[in-house]
């Protein structure tokens, strides 16, 4: 096992570095970047977004001194602005070297975890990132929590009872909550219960109180999940469907099979069968799946939750990011976000042995 944990290992840094070349390349191609946004900013016709956004942008076109020249740039919005003004702007952004050059640099700082900072915000990309994990991680954790309490139970509830009434009238919950995303009902529930048109029960945006700090450590704690419910609610309806289906057709499949009519043969009990031999086995799949699917819910489900709510998370920084071309931003989120998964991936491979010790990942030779 430790041989193949090793050689998983391995196999992160040509992965890493396939995922970085891509995106790299691709992005850069794009057009729109922030030289150009910076010049738009200038030109005077960038967005309010922006404008609050690009700070360096403002200077730079100050110190031109209302200079206008045809410039030659293949950039949008440089026409009459002085040719040293871009080369100032392009200095300033490092997009006076080559490509391969900037692409280079950018690794050998990322081997070390020197992520850089952001264009258009006066912070280090790291210090954004751990500024905004608390609010993602309390989306991603809780919601895979409660997406696993409620569906192992209820798939596996539907799963001995097939063909049911019970079976028929939680499939009806479950397709609805397939069918509708998980947004809507985050709309639906701040309408209801966040003073959208009825009852004002839970705040509508932050992840604590103003007073937070000031407050005892049980009220505290209180605080935090009053914050927290409405989001949990709406992403854990969302997505609680198909790990039910999931569960059921999994119990289902090993309920079939002859070493269950064994068991049931030599006398053993339902209960006994259910969860001393067909739990281990349909469970397998279910819970190795669980580090996938934190880091999905983490990293690509919280977006539009964090923008309803107002929570300040990883989700809405990596929005913003591609929008205005941070690429320091993007491509920072991307390597940790990147590695994140690729460990989580070994992590779920190790929950298959921790679930089941007969799974044995060393390659045997006959």
């Known amino acids: 096992m ?60 100050r110190s031109s001194g209302g200079e206008s020249a045809s410039s030659g740039s293949t950039y949008r919005g440089a026409q009459g602005l002085p040719r040293e003004l871009i080369q100032r702007i392009e200095k300033q952004y490092g997009f006076d070297r080559p490509i391969h ?12 975890f020197d992520l850089g900072e952001s264009f258009f915000r006066n912070a280090r990309v790291v210090d954004l990132v751990i500024s905004k994990m608390p609010v993602s991680i309390s989306l991603g954790l809780w919601t895979t929590l409660l997406v696993y309490l409620i569906s192992i ?22 397709v609805v909550g397939n069918a509708v995303p ?56 969302g997505g609680f469907a198909t790990l039910t289906l ?48 934190f880091v999905s819910i983490l990293f690509t489900s919280s977006l539009l939750i964090e923008v309803i709510f107002s929570l300040d998370g990883l989700g809405l920084l990596g929005f913003e990011a591609a929008i205005y071309r941070d690429y320091p931003v993007m491509f920072g989120t991307l390597w940790v976000f990147g590695l994140l998964g690729l460990l989580m991936g070994i992590l779920g491979d190790l929950m298959y042995v921790v679930v089941d010790p007969r799974i044995d990942f060393e390659a045997r030779t006959t």
């Open 2 to 61: 430790l041989a193949y944990i090793l050689r998983r290992l391995l196999l992160v840094v040509p992965t890493l570095l396939g995922i970085m070349v891509i995106n790299f390349f691709i992005i850069q191609a794009a057009p729109g970047g922030p030289v150009e946004q910076v010049l738009a900013q200038i030109q005077g016709t960038a967005g309010d977004a922006t404008s609050r956004l690009s700070g360096s942008g403002s200077e730079l076109g």
């Open 153 to 174: 139970p209820l798939g596996v509830a539907k799963a001995v009872r097939d063909g049911s009434r019970f079976d028929v009238a939680s499939s009806s919950i479950v």
């Open 246 to 293: 999931l569960t059921k057709n999994s119990f289902l499949d090993e309920i079939n099979k002859q070493y269950v009519q064994t068991a049931r043969a030599k006398g053993l009990s339902e209960r006994h069968v259910l969860y001393r031999h067909v739990f281990r086995n349909a469970m397998l799949i279910i819970i190795a799946g669980f580090p996938s699917a």
């Open 101 to 112: 050059e900037r692409f280079y640099v950018m690794l050998r700082n990322y081997v070390v």
């Open 182 to 237: 998980g947004f809507l009902f985050a709309l639906l529930l701040v309408v209801l219960f966040a003073g959208g048109s009825y009852w004002k029960i839970f705040p509508l945006r932050g992840l604590v109180s103003d007073n937070w700090s000031e407050l005892s450590w049980g009220a505290r704690i209180a605080d935090y999940f009053w914050h927290m419910a409405l989001p949990i609610i709406a992403m854990v309806i």
